[in-house]
């Protein structure tokens, strides 16, 4: 093994740990008062103390984001199939879509406590709600990318739509469809908090918003790097599953 790849191999913890100790640093030199500020000292000394709310409350964030995640992977794969393969389809429902997801999705969350109450279902519906059109627009690019010359050429020799979705369409799709999910993931984080945050008594987002009201900064930040950990898990997941699955798409030496 040559130096260079060794050095990709750590680069995240070297980066990780430099940022950290300057992290600290700066906190000292400059003396920064910890309720504006903390230390990773103080965050990770607040991670050792509250660790048992903090693990249950992760717990609860990653179950609602991952079930939204799922119930968006199902819809997006399906309607940006259906906008990708007809071109009715993408003119009418297109525009609404991104007319919806120029909506901020705080501000749907009132809408849904209104509809299901204080809890688990607004936190799952929002994590849909934000990840799921990153996998309609990438499934149905995917799909727009059969060159009209080949699907002519495929038309003369007696190829059906459905085949030439089914043969050529869906496996040109497939590396925008994993390459999606990396995104979809990470933001379905972003809106499970954003509810746990306004309509929910567990969570993150909820552990987080009590820590703020009870002046507890340290205990705030450990949330927040709680949550990040959880995001580069699920992140490092979805590129692993892209790789197993797609590998054939990414360019020689990629990653590496």
């Known amino acids: ?6 050095l990709i191999r750590f680069a995240p913890w070297i980066f990780t740990v430099g940022l950290f100790v300057i992290w600290e640093a700066v906190c000292r030199l400059f003396a920064i008062p910890p309720f504006f500020l903390p230390p990773p000292s103080l965050v990770f000394g607040a991670m050792v103390q509250f660790w048992r709310p903090l693990v249950d409350n992760s717990l609860v964030t990653l179950v609602t984001t991952l079930i939204g995640f799922l119930l968006a992977v199902g819809f997006g794969l399906l309607l940006g199939l259906a906008i990708g393969a007809s071109r009715t389809v993408y003119a009418g429902v297109y525009p609404l879509m991104i007319g919806f997801n120029a909506i901020p999705k705080v501000a749907v969350v009132p809408i849904l406590v209104l509809w299901f109450g204080i809890g688990a279902v607004p936190a799952v519906l929002t994590a849909f709600l934000i990840s799921f059109f990153p996998i309609v627009v990438n499934v149905a690019t995917g799909l ?11 038309k003369a ?25 990396k995104i979809a993931i990470t933001l ?12 929910s008594n567990r969570g993150i987002g909820n552990l987080m918003l009590q820590a703020q009201a009870l002046f507890q900064v340290p ?38």
């Open 1 to 6: 093994m040559t130096a260079t790849p060794v």
């Open 219 to 256: 205990l705030v930040f450990a949330g927040l790097i709680a949550l990040a950990v959880e995001g580069i898990v699920m992140y490092a997941a979805m590129a692993w599953l892209e790789k197993r699955t797609t590998g054939w798409a990414q360019r020689s030496g990629f990653g590496t």
């Open 188 to 199: 379905a984080f972003v809106g499970s908090v954003i509810s746990e945050s306004v309509a």
């Open 144 to 154: 727009a990318t059969i060159e009209p010359e080949l699907e002519d050429v495929l």
């Open 157 to 181: 020799l007696g190829a059906s739509k459905l085949d030439i979705m089914r043969k050529v369409g869906i496996p040109r799709a497939l590396p925008y469809f994993f390459g999606s999910l």
